[in-house]
């Protein structure tokens, strides 16, 4: 089955889960956070979800039979993109699925992915903070992504789902 995800609502997501994070969390940690609820640094947190896609989709290793970043070659850098553009990337991934798997069943696959990659896009911006507050909210991201790709992992497992196909 292959997933196309949106930049836009991935960095919606990523606004959002930074905004209710902020809400609960010391004012070192609120500093790091702070940034990412900015609209003028969402060409580079754009660029930055498109590089926690690429990692959650080698984390998916073997589950993955194709995949692509906005049309992006092997053999070419990502484009630059304005630090004030957030142009919608279309990327996308080809997954190995079950075969019981019905439409709706996708669609919360799909969800799953978004949310890896948002809480790994996080995580990397905290982690490259000098803030005192960001080593806390950058591990706390990382182990909710780490969650997601677990549950991916393992709703497309063929230890659960034995039967998996191959699509196109």
Same mark, same amino acid.
């Given at each position: 089955?292959?997933?196309?995800?949106?930049?836009?609502?991935? $960095?919606s997501?990523v606004?959002?889960?930074a905004?209710?994070?902020?809400?609960?969390?010391?004012?070192?940690?609120?500093?790091?956070?702070?940034?990412?609820?900015?609209?003028?640094?969402?060409?580079?947190?754009?660029?930055?979800?498109?590089?926690?896609?690429a990692?959650?989709?080698?984390? $998916?290793? =073997?589950?993955?039979?194709?995949?692509?970043?906005?049309?992006?070659?092997?053999?070419?850098?990502? !484009?630059?993109?304005?630090?004030? +553009?957030?142009?919608? +990337?279309d990327?996308?991934?080809?997954? $190995?699925? =079950?075969?019981?798997?019905?439409?709706?069943? %996708?669609?919360?696959?799909?969800?799953?992915?978004?949310q890896?990659? +948002?809480f790994?896009?996080?995580?990397?911006?905290?982690?490259?903070?000098?803030?005192e507050? +960001?080593?806390?909210?950058?591990?706390?991201?990382?182990?909710?992504?780490?969650?997601? %790709?677990?549950?991916v992992?393992?709703?497309?497992?063929?230890?659960?789902?034995?039967?998996?196909? %191959?699509? !196109?």
């Amino acid at each position: 089955m292959t997933y196309h995800l949106s930049s836009n609502a991935i $960095l919606s997501t990523v606004h959002a889960l930074a905004a209710l994070q902020a809400l609960s969390c010391s004012d070192d940690e609120r500093a790091v956070l702070a940034p990412v609820l900015c609209r003028q640094r969402s060409g580079v947190l754009a660029l930055m979800i498109r590089n926690a896609f690429a990692e959650v989709m080698l984390k $998916l290793g =073997p589950l993955v039979r194709d995949t692509s970043l906005d049309g992006e070659a092997g053999d070419t850098a990502a !484009g630059f993109t304005e630090a004030d +553009a957030a142009p919608d +990337a279309d990327m996308w991934a080809e997954l $190995l699925t =079950p075969e019981s798997f019905t439409t709706t069943r %996708h669609g919360i696959v799909r969800r799953a992915i978004e949310q890896c990659v +948002a809480f790994t896009a996080l995580s990397t911006w905290c982690a490259a903070s000098a803030s005192e507050g +960001a080593v806390t909210v950058s591990e706390n991201f990382a182990s909710l992504a780490s969650g997601w %790709h677990r549950t991916v992992m393992s709703a497309l497992s063929p230890d659960i789902y034995p039967a998996i196909r %191959h699509e !196109g």
